[in-house]
């Protein structure tokens, strides 16, 4: 404070003219204040100070504003009353420092140029005239563009220009606001309505930009949709992702066009959950097209909306261009023209489809489509679109011009297509690596950043050529590349200075092309072994069309705008009436309401589809009253019709009890409209009152009518028993009623079940079905845990014991024959359901589960003693340890060495006498001789088909027989590689014998001492085990080490050829030193003219031993053993399951 007095008596011309002793007396006289307030600086503190502060009301004062009548007359201050002193108001005693922006925000900027994707702006003019080429800074400076996104040339169409000229001169360049102040006009409506018609939807609506769209719209159905599941694809787009993350909604992130994963994620969640799945149909940065009609499945199957993003494909694909999902009906929608086709094709199943102007339409813009009621709520709540200056008037007359050109001629993108090929094919010819992609996409895969941006600089600056690299965030790291756009202007000529730029550019810098790849094993669809060919989305069929294969409808035709471009919609189900003197009153239209109350017309009330015509005005007061009224004719018409329709024509049993109810309902509404017009009302106001609890049960039962057309039975079934549950009781109560008859059928279903294993559901509403085609029982018989009735309070246990219930029925009939058992269980369970009791729909739910718990203790408990007694389960797999897993390793060995000499003779040489003679010989010498002889008779010597191998040891095989139908199902999976098992899976049954176990023939609840197991688990048990065995790494041919990329099998084979080889040559050096020492003393034991003549010998003997030692040494263990046990050894020690093994090597 003291600081701040001494600077005001240097500045302050006032404080300056006092001395101290005034200013105090001025302080104590309370005058102090009145003089501050007159100071245009201390003053204006004072009054803020005040105006913050709460304070008593002041009279209004007449002074003009700008009244300085306070202010003395003989005060004034000069410049250098503000210039030559300072105040020192800011108090600088702290030492605290404040945040340092610029440091941060520079060593952000550093990190990007560090990790080389920063991105620098290459200064591109693209010449309307000179269309594909552009200058540079410097206008003589020409080159070749090759990555814009006008895909079509459309920016420099001369209908795009002039129909923008034209309106640029009429209404000028500006918007003049948003749609709502001043941004709404007829090249708004007439766009709309144009690209609603491209797309075959209801409306339509234009945005500033599509990244505005996509935005605006996901963000606002998170935001405004409760409980909202996103499901976005991982490759979509950033507005996209913006979008999401504005909306605040739960989303999935699915892996890119995977269906299976995709499924997977929706299955989480109830159908009744509200969802979404986003995604795009080309997706830019790789040219892949997403599988549009699978997701429209999915989307269907789990009660969710479509999102379908085709800002890279509008323009480019279909025959009218309006993107993938046209293109996928292409014939149909070539022929029909504007017409619409099916309600089931590709493009009417999306919900929203959102693209932009800014790509092959060549202006600028986004827009999104769909139908009339989701248009209009977007229009009337998106902020990104109510607060956003709506497109200049002539962008988008050039939009609407350039979608009308593109519409009637197929010829710019037949030629895009054909260019795009072009390129694609020229440069994998010389093995650049072009990311394989059905679309006009063309990247070029270099793998890191730097070298992205080095390519695309000398692509600039030394040939002329504008590609632009992508990096990282557009694309993950170290799959940076080269994005190449052909349009219909980049022809043969012009794609051949590129490929020729790219291969010089490749060479340069020494970039990878396909084999480098391959060698490492691939990356985005290059080089990957696995890679399929590419199929194009255009055909060539498609391709060899011309515009007059196009419907005449297409050229300039006449579009309605759409009501919802400005609002223009009515919500009331009748046209609302003219005043007129001659108008009806209630006396007048009570004599017709009988009749149309039941769906049928009269002079007065007409019916059109959903809709009721009025044909004479009405009185004031009265519209909304007969609106009210006609809700239960049109509803009651509506559902009359249905049940007609339907009547003995639904295969759903759940949907026809449902149709039976409706039925009986609408009698008992028909009965219920003639009785109140019996009794003569006197209003229209008198038979609405009548009405009012008949309607809400028509209004539910229309609702249950369109959740059934929706819905498949199981999933109408749930539906219900909500709606049964809802809080008003009249709903309620109807819902109870319908949910009652409804489930009937569905209990019908598991009586069949339980009693017969009989699936006598053909529509998929019972949690078992069957598949035809599989050949197992685990197969043929499916448990669907999405189907399970578990609002009927049952758990997923008591589905799981009806489901091994019927399985085992099954299982026991078609396998085991156990007929007699099986009467006895069908006489017995069938007189406590139907007989003791009404069905199972009449027990409750504690007697429904014991009962459940009382049929899977029995029929498991028979079915294991039927494996382990009847058929020798146990013993079985002990000998198939013996046998096939050398657990009797003596037999094993007597087949090596007694079949020696034969297995190594051709393999055409075997005949099946000599393979029995061997295989008697194995048994009679080995222990395999102490096993009972009718397990002797399993055992067989096999040959393979000759396309095993040439030899004996490639074709011979033993085989342990289960040819009992039970057995040979429990056991020998056709998906198993070996038949086998060992003691380890047999303890895993516990398996303990009692004495009572042979006695028994029909189990009546009294339980083995032995632990049970269903089929399901035996056959589980057993495919463990096996899976144990041949999926070990060593010799499973589909695993590949991590360093070698090569099977360990393989690896193990080409070591025991090096031996074999080792082993050949070491037996030759060793006769040949024989025969060398021998010669050696020939030679010194004879005459000397004799020792000379064996000097020959001996030194072609020298020179054998010597090849041989380099054979052996050279070739066999320093060039082949050694390398490839290097190899080995780094593969095991790569794999953590087989690091320890690589120390024993």
């Known amino acids: 404070m003291e600081s701040l007095t001494k600077a005001s008596m240097k500045v302050c011309p006032f404080v300056k003219s006092r001395s101290t002793q005034a200013l105090r007396q001025m302080s104590e006289a309370l005058t102090l204040s009145k003089h501050a307030r007159a100071c245009p600086f201390v003053g204006a503190a004072m009054a803020a100070r005040e105006y913050s502060q709460s304070s008593k009301p002041a009279a209004a004062s007449s002074a003009p504003a700008g009244s300085s009548s306070r202010i003395p007359a003989g005060y004034s201050f000069s410049g250098s009353d503000l210039v030559s002193n300072t105040m020192e108001i800011v108090d600088r005693s702290s030492q605290e420092k404040a945040f340092d922006y610029d440091g941060f925000l520079g060593n952000e900027i550093t990190k990007k140029r560090t990790d080389k994707s920063y991105r620098y702006f290459n200064n591109i003019n693209r010449l309307a005239e000179e269309f594909p080429k552009a200058h540079l800074g410097s206008e003589g400076e020409r080159v070749t563009v090759w990555c814009a996104n006008d895909y079509l040339g459309m920016g420099t169409n001369e209908k795009t220009i002039q129909a923008m000229k034209t309106t640029l001169d009429k209404y000028g360049a500006g918007a003049g606001g948003t749609r709502n102040i001043a941004g709404h006009n007829r090249h708004a409506i007439a766009l709309e309505a144009e690209l609603s018609t491209l797309h075959k939807h209801e409306a339509a609506l234009v945005f500033s930009s599509c990244f505005v769209a996509n935005d605006a719209v996901l963000s606002l159905l998170g935001q405004k949709m409760k409980d909202l599941v996103i499901f976005s694809d991982e490759l979509n787009h950033a507005s996209m992702i913006q979008g999401i993350r504005n909306s605040r909604a739960r989303k999935e992130v699915f892996k890119h066009n995977n269906l299976k994963d995709l499924e997977e994620r929706l299955a989480k969640y109830p159908r009744n959950t509200p969802k979404l799945i986003a995604f795009e149909s080309v997706y830019s940065m790789c040219g892949s097209i997403a599988p549009i009609e699978e997701i429209c499945d999915l989307a269907d199957k789990y009660g969710a909306l ?33 017409n619409r086709i099916r309600p089931d094709s590709v493009m009417n199943r999306i919900d929203m489809v959102t693209g932009t102007l800014g790509k092959a339409y060549g202006v600028v813009g986004g827009y999104v489509t769909g139908k009339q009621s989701m248009i209009d709520w977007i229009r009337s709540f998106a902020p990104g679109f109510i607060f956003t200056t709506s497109l200049p008037p002539a962008v988008m007359a050039g939009a609407s011009a350039s979608i009308r050109h593109q519409r009637s001629t197929l010829m710019d993108r037949i030629a895009q297509q054909k260019n795009t090929r072009y390129v694609k094919n020229n440069l994998g010819n010389i093995g650049i690596p072009v990311i394989p992609n059905p679309s006009h996409i063309v990247p070029v895969l270099v793998g890191n950043a730097a070298d992205a941006k080095k390519a695309s600089d000398l692509l600039l600056n030394k040939h002329n050529i504008y590609v632009q690299a992508i990096n990282f965030p557009t694309v993950p790291i170290g799959q940076e590349r080269l994005r190449i756009t052909p349009t219909p202007g980049h022809g043969p000529e012009i794609a051949n200075e590129l490929i020729g730029a790219v291969d010089s550019v490749f060479n340069e810098l020494n970039l990878k092309r396909v084999p480098a790849w391959e060698r490492e094993g691939g990356l985005c669809g290059v080089g990957e072994s696995n890679s399929q060919p590419v199929k194009h989305i255009w055909t060539d069929e498609q391709l060899s069309l011309q515009d007059r294969d196009l419907n005449p409808n297409v ?145 539910t039962l229309a609702h249950l009518h369109q959740q059934m057309e929706v819905l498949d039975g199981f999933q109408f079934l749930e539906e219900t028993f909500k709606l049964a549950s809802f809080g008003d009781f009249l709903v309620r109560l109807l819902a109870s009623v319908v949910y009652d008859e409804l489930k009937k059928p569905y209990f019908q279903y598991m009586e069949h079940w339980i009693l017969r294993g009989e699936l006598v559901d053909s529509c998929n509403e019972f949690f078992v079905s069957f598949d035809a085609s599989a050949d197992h029982i685990n197969d043929i018989v499916k448990f669907h845990r999405e189907r399970l009735p578990l609002f009927m309070d049952f758990s997923e246990e008591d589905c799981n014991n009806i489901f091994q219930i019927g399985k085992t029925l099954i299982f026991l009939d078609k396998f085991c024959k156990e007929l007699e058992w099986l009467s006895a269980y069908v006489k017995h369970y069938s007189a406590y359901i139907f007989n003791e009791n009404l069905g199972l729909i009449s027990l409750d739910r504690t007697s429904l589960k014991t009962l459940f718990q009382v049929q899977f203790g029995e029929l498991i408990n028979y079915l294991n003693s039927m494996a382990y007694h009847k058929y020798d389960l146990f013993e079985h797999l002990s000998n198939l340890k013996r046998i096939m897993l050398i657990g009797s390793s003596d037999f094993v060995e007597l087949i090596n060495e007694r079949g020696l000499q034969m297995f190594n003779e051709p393999a055409s040489s075997l005949t099946s006498g000599k393979l029995a003679g061997l295989l008697s010989s194995a048994i009679d010498n080995s222990s395999i001789r102490m096993l009972p002889q009718r397990f002797q008779l399993r055992i067989d010597a096999r040959i393979l088909d000759l396309s095993h191998g040439s030899i004996g040891w490639d074709v011979f095989t033993l085989e342990y027989k289960l040819m009992d139908p039970p057995l040979e199902l ?65 010799i499973n041919e589909n695993y590949k080490g991590k360093i070698s990329r ?55 003997l020298h020179v054998r031993l010597a090849d041989l030692m380099k054979v052996m040494y050279n070739d066999l263990f320093k060039n082949s053993f050694e390398p490839r046990l290097d190899i080995f050894t780094k593969d095991l020690r790569a794999d953590l399951d087989l690091k320890d093994l690589s120390k024993m090597v």
Do not use: W
């Open 306 to 338: 479509t999102f379908l993003d085709e800002v890279h494909a509008v323009g480019m694909y279909g025959p009218h261009g309006a993107g993938v999902a046209e293109h996928l009906n292409f014939e149909e929608h070539l022929q029909s023209g504007l």
């Open 555 to 699: 050229v300039n035709p006449v579009i309605a705008p759409n009501a919802v471009s400005s609002g223009n919609l009515n919500g009331f189900t009748a046209e609302q009436p003219k005043p007129f003197d001659d108008v009806l009153d209630d006396e007048a239209i009570l004599p017709f309401l009988p009749k149309t109350l039941v769906g049928l017309d009269t002079q007065l009330f007409t019916f059109t589809d959903a809709y009721i015509s009025i044909l004479s005005p009405l009185a004031r007061g009265l519209f909304q009253l007969i609106n009210d009224l006609c809700e239960p004719a049109i509803l009651y018409r509506r559902l009359h019709g249905s049940v007609e329709k339907l009547r003995g024509n639904n295969p759903s049993p759940i949907k026809a009890a449902f149709m039976q109810v409706l039925g009986s309902k609408l009698t008992s509404y028909a009965s219920d409209v003639s009785s109140i017009f019996h009794k003569n009302p006197r209003s229209l106001l008198h038979v609405y009152h009548e009405l009012q609890d008949v309607i809400i049960e028509l209004r």
């Open 970 to 1034: 429990l056991l020998n999976d056709k998906n198993r590689k070996l038949p086998i098992l060992d003691k380890a899976f047999a303890d895993a049954f516990a398996y303990q014998t009692s004495p009572s176990f042979p006695k028994i023939k029909r189990v009546s609840l009294a339980k083995l001492n032995v632990v049970e197991h269903t089929i399901d688990e035996l056959t589980a048990m057993h495919l463990k085990y096996l899976k144990g065995i041949y999926d070990c790494k060593l």
């Open 1046 to 1100: 090569e099977p360990l099998i393989d690896q193990i084979f080409s070591f025991m050829e090096i031996l074999f080889a080792f082993i050949k040559s070491s037996e030759e050096f060793s006769s040949s030193v024989v025969s060398y020492v021998n010669l050696l003393d020939l030679s010194t034991s004879v005459d000397t003219n004799a020792g000379i003549a064996f000097e020959g010998d001996l030194e072609h």
